[in-house]
């Protein structure tokens, strides 16, 4: 029998088969270009940031609440045109996030509320449904917003770029969204293991009779977190829309990005989403720098080696 802590072989295999390649590659692109390496290795810090924030919220709802709402990339796209218009008319990038995250999280209230009340623990029936109106939400945003690019204008206080060492200047924006993410990261963290609510919104997963019987609401519960994960989708979509852009397409890519870190860091876990938001980021990038040929492949390798050694995701838990 394993004891807490203790690593098994398996573990110790899947580091080897990771990290041995990591390291060798990694001590060959800093001899070869240092520049490159460090300047790719802050773009795939700032993607992982981007995939996290949309991810946090994924593993709320799907993860946490086990409801699979396959509309959450629609969720992040709708953010991020409410924010544009809340930002173009006002001129105040703080008022378009308010606006992206306030908009989205109306939306997964309404889900919550008209679907997946009604759907507890069906999950096919949640995947239909949810896949259907991602479509339905797709179209009805190009038909309003068309399918132009529409991008941000970042905050005077974050334009620009920061002077630092290795890779000289980089977008002073990109550091404040890895910073952000890691500051949205530990609160996420703090309120679902520390406060009474993030226990409750557990308990109520595992059982909901029992936290019924306890004079707790639980459908207050359930749809109050539902519409902050959504909230969340809608928040990215405006910080990724100042970093990258906002086009029809983004949805699928961002909930396939989401998929995918859940899996691999784990269903339910905050630090799970982190971790495979780092992973796949990485991946993502230094496979773009170093081998775009077959920079898809990267993320699919992680994939398949974390589920080989981890079937429940690097920090997931039996159920």
């Known amino acids: 029998m394993t004891r807490p802590g203790q690593w098994t072989r398996g573990t110790w295999l899947a580091w080897l088969l990771i990290g041995l390649p990591v390291a060798v590659f990694s001590v060959w692109a800093i001899v070869d270009n240092d520049t490159l390496y460090f300047k790719t290795l802050l773009n795939g810090l700032t993607l992982a940031s981007l995939y996290f924030l949309v991810a946090s919220g994924f593993t709320l709802v799907f993860g946490l609440m086990r409801n699979v709402n396959l509309a959450h990339g629609s969720l992040y796209l709708f953010g991020a045109y409410v924010g ?36 507890q623990g069906q999950d096919l029936r949640q995947t239909l449904v949810t896949i259907g109106l991602s479509i339905v939400l797709a179209d009805v945003m190009l038909w309003i917003w068309g ?29 404040a969204v890895l910073a952000g993410a890691v500051a949205i990261g530990i609160a996420l963290w703090w309120f679902l293991a520390r406060t009474r609510v993030g226990m409750m919104i557990r308990a109520g997963v595992d059982d909901r009779s029992m936290l019924a019987a306890s004079g707790v609401n639980v459908q207050l519960v359930f749809a109050t977190t539902f519409a902050v994960g959504a909230g969340l989708a809608g928040l990215a979509g405006v910080v990724g829309g100042s970093a990258l852009s906002i086009s029809p397409g983004e949805d699928t890519r961002y909930l396939l990005a989401s998929l995918v870190v859940v899996i691999v860091g784990g269903m339910g876990s905050v630090a799970g989403a982190a971790i495979g938001a780092l992973l796949i980021g990485l991946a993502e990038q230094f496979g773009l720098a170093y081998a775009p040929t077959y920079s898809v492949v990267f993320t699919f390798v992680i994939m398949v080696i974390a589920l080989a050694f981890k079937p429940r995701g690097i920090m997931g838990k039996a159920a």
């Open 84 to 119: 544009w218009v809340v930002g173009e008319r006002s001129g105040s990038w703080v008022l378009a996030v308010v606006a992206g995250f306030a908009a989205a999280a109306l939306v997964g209230l309404l889900l919550q509320l008209l679907v997946f009340r009604h759907m």
């Open 147 to 175: 399918a132009e690019i529409y991008t941000f204008e970042p905050p005077p206080w974050i334009y620009g770029s920061t002077e630092l060492p290795l890779v000289e200047k980089f977008p002073t924006y990109r550091l």
